[in-house]
Antibody, heavy 121, light 107 residues
Framework: QVKLLQSGAALVKPGASVKMSCKASGYTFTDYWVSWVKQSHGKSLEWIGE????????NFNEKFKGKATLTVDKSTSTAYMELSRLTSEDSAIYYCTRRDFYYYSSHGAYWGQGTLVTVSS | DIQMTQSPSSLPASLGERVTISCRASQGISNNLNWYQQKPDGTIKPLIYYTSNLQSGVPSRFSGSGSGTDYSLTISSLEPEDFAMYYCQQDASFPDTFGAGTKLELK
């Protein structure tokens, strides 16, 4: 079955960077876009961006350009997101999702369990 | 960006009750509307995609409808495991955007 297993919680200092992972299993990793979504404490969801593992092509929400970097390792079926120049506003849970398409529509059909990032000195 | 307005923000309901959650887009989204459920432990599960298509494994008591700017999620008869947060999402226009969420609570 399809699974997305995310890395564990991270405590990082302001100004630093953090890199989190999303290991996919149960499907052909290179066939599906992987999206990343942010959920600040007690708030709704924000779409950060996505990457197509086969080519490395990426799309970003304008709000997160320069903040997030998306990469993949096809050999381990793992997607990564690195967040840079961290501030308290980056403290949140970050989810990876597999984007499935249906005609001209798409949705997050599978979700990781989330990675909690806490930015604190 | 397209704004998604969900209502109500909180919905007290009883077991067995029929409930409806609404989602309004700031412009037409051509049925590109998805619904998700989030449990208190953070687990997010897709329920409905493209307005009315049930995700595999989701019980048939969940249904979706709508068109244009107005969409809804209906649960026909509430079960204990249905008390959770619900979010709508549009993918008609880049970037995808989500509603603020509806907390379905036990009355």
């Amino acid at each position: 079955q399809v699974k997305l297993l995310q890395s564990g919680a991270a405590l990082v200092k302001p100004g630093a960077s953090v890199k989190m992972s999303c290991k996919a299993s149960g499907y052909t990793f290179t066939d599906y876009w992987v999206s990343w979504v942010k959920q600040s404490h007690g708030k709704s969801l924000e779409w950060i961006g996505e990457i197509y593992p086969n080519s490395g092509a990426t799309n970003f929400n304008e709000k997160f350009k320069g903040k997030a970097t998306l990469t993949v390792d096809k050999s381990t079926s793992t997607a990564y997101m690195e967040l840079s120049r961290l501030t308290s506003e980056d403290s949140a849970i970050y989810y990876c999702t597999r984007r499935d398409f249906y005609y001209y529509s798409s949705h997050g059909a599978y979700w990781g369990q989330g990675t909690l990032v806490t930015v604190s000195s | 960006d397209i704004q998604m307005t969900q209502s109500p923000s909180s919905l007290p309901a009883s077991l067995g009750e029929r409930v409806t959650i609404s989602c309004r887009a700031s412009q037409g989204i051509s049925n590109n509307l998805n619904w998700y459920q989030q449990k208190p432990d953070g687990t997010i599960k897709p329920l409905i995609y493209y307005t009315s298509n049930l995700q595999s494994g989701v019980p048939s008591r969940f249904s979706g409808s709508g068109s244009g700017t107005d969409y809804s999620l209906t649960i026909s008869s509430l079960e204990p495991e249905d008390f959770a947060m619900y979010y709508c999402q549009q993918d008609a226009s880049f970037p995808d955007t989500f509603g603020a969420g509806t907390k379905l609570e036990l009355k």
